[in-house]
């Protein structure tokens, strides 16, 4: 068990985003008076549990907190561990000043005041915390990463990659994060014998091959995909959509998605494949005119 805490915009709520997003049950501004209820039974204590709480939490007495906290790490079965979360005062008025957002302390005085007073309430929990973590010159991003090099080793998910393909002719995808256009290759619906075939028939695949822009395209985005998938997985992203699009979504998309997908395996990835409209009809209106 993980006991969050710290002072209102430092980042708790950012911190427990994280920590669920590596496996985590996280469970924000609980009552900490509960705990005990909550951890009672031995046998429902399975895999890992943040608790967040702070100076808006009903119940909060941070003396009582600690006592409670002392007697439950005395169970064999149990073990608990505090992070607090600090950030200096001048930061917290510019973020509270920024989202013009109140602060929980400072309902009828000025912000400097309530951040004052929650500052010397938290005091005895900052204290006592087993780890401080200090956002003052911190990003958003940076204590999402700061959080995952401290707990990423206890149930991070590797990241899921999506390679797809699709007609640009029928909508773009919504979702893709990378959107490569592969329509500057000549097109197999104009081939006779390729028309009614796609790019998982190999005839289309040797006809794409042989098209001069093929090759070079294809190895400048697979470099490309190299540099950036580690990029977006030491951000913390947990789904990335790598996406082909080409006319009809039958040929050129379907065959360069099924080769980056082998090429990105060969190099360590488990992309799942989809091909949008492999099992649309192909026809002229939709293919436009011949080049």
Same mark, same amino acid.
């Given at each position: 068990m993980l006991l969050v805490t710290g002072l209102s915009g430092a980042g708790k709520t950012t911190a427990l985003q994280v920590l669920e997003d590596l496996g985590w049950e996280a469970i924000d501004n609980f009552p900490v008076r509960l705990l005990k209820r909550l951890v009672a039974k031995p046998d429902r204590q399975q895999g890992m549990l943040a608790i967040g709480f702070d100076s808006r939490t009903r119940g909060f007495v941070p003396a009582e907190i600690i006592d409670l906290v002392k007697d439950l790490a005395q169970r064999d079965d149990l073990a608990i561990s505090t992070l607090f979360i600090d950030c200096n005062g001048g930061e917290l008025e510019r973020r509270y000043n920024e989202t013009r957002r109140r602060h929980p302390m400072a309902q009828e005085r000025p912000l400097q005041e309530g951040i004052k007073a929650e500052r010397e309430l938290l005091d005895p929990l900052r204290r006592w915390?087993?780890?401080?973590?200090?956002?003052?010159?911190?990003?958003?991003?940076?204590?999402?990463?700061?959080?995952?090099?401290?707990?990423?080793?206890?149930?991070?998910? #590797?990241?899921?990659?999506?390679?797809?393909?699709?007609?640009?002719?029928?909508?773009? #995808? #919504?979702?893709?994060?990378?959107?490569?256009d592969m329509r500057f290759l000549d097109n197999p619906h104009w081939v006779p014998g390729l028309r009614e075939l796609t790019g998982m028939d190999a005839p289309v695949g040797e006809h794409i091959e042989k098209d001069a822009g093929f090759k070079p395209a294809f190895e400048q985005i697979h470099d490309l995909l190299l540099t950036l998938l580690p990029l977006y997985e030491a951000q913390g992203k947990s789904y990335v959509h790598v996406a082909f699009g080409c006319t009809g979504g039958r040929h050129r998309s379907v065959f360069t998605a099924e080769r980056m997908a082998e090429s990105l395996r060969e190099s360590g990835f488990s992309p799942t494949v989809r091909h949008r409209n492999l099992g649309s009809r192909a026809t002229d209106e939709i293919e436009g005119q011949k080049r």
């Amino acid at each position: 068990m993980l006991l969050v805490t710290g002072l209102s915009g430092a980042g708790k709520t950012t911190a427990l985003q994280v920590l669920e997003d590596l496996g985590w049950e996280a469970i924000d501004n609980f009552p900490v008076r509960l705990l005990k209820r909550l951890v009672a039974k031995p046998d429902r204590q399975q895999g890992m549990l943040a608790i967040g709480f702070d100076s808006r939490t009903r119940g909060f007495v941070p003396a009582e907190i600690i006592d409670l906290v002392k007697d439950l790490a005395q169970r064999d079965d149990l073990a608990i561990s505090t992070l607090f979360i600090d950030c200096n005062g001048g930061e917290l008025e510019r973020r509270y000043n920024e989202t013009r957002r109140r602060h929980p302390m400072a309902q009828e005085r000025p912000l400097q005041e309530g951040i004052k007073a929650e500052r010397e309430l938290l005091d005895p929990l900052r204290r006592w915390a087993d780890m401080i973590v200090d956002t003052s010159e911190l990003s958003s991003n940076q204590l999402q990463q700061h959080i995952r090099d401290l707990f990423g080793d206890t149930g991070a998910q #590797p990241m899921t990659l999506t390679v797809s393909s699709f007609g640009f002719a029928r909508g773009m #995808p #919504p979702l893709a994060d990378l959107v490569f256009d592969m329509r500057f290759l000549d097109n197999p619906h104009w081939v006779p014998g390729l028309r009614e075939l796609t790019g998982m028939d190999a005839p289309v695949g040797e006809h794409i091959e042989k098209d001069a822009g093929f090759k070079p395209a294809f190895e400048q985005i697979h470099d490309l995909l190299l540099t950036l998938l580690p990029l977006y997985e030491a951000q913390g992203k947990s789904y990335v959509h790598v996406a082909f699009g080409c006319t009809g979504g039958r040929h050129r998309s379907v065959f360069t998605a099924e080769r980056m997908a082998e090429s990105l395996r060969e190099s360590g990835f488990s992309p799942t494949v989809r091909h949008r409209n492999l099992g649309s009809r192909a026809t002229d209106e939709i293919e436009g005119q011949k080049r």
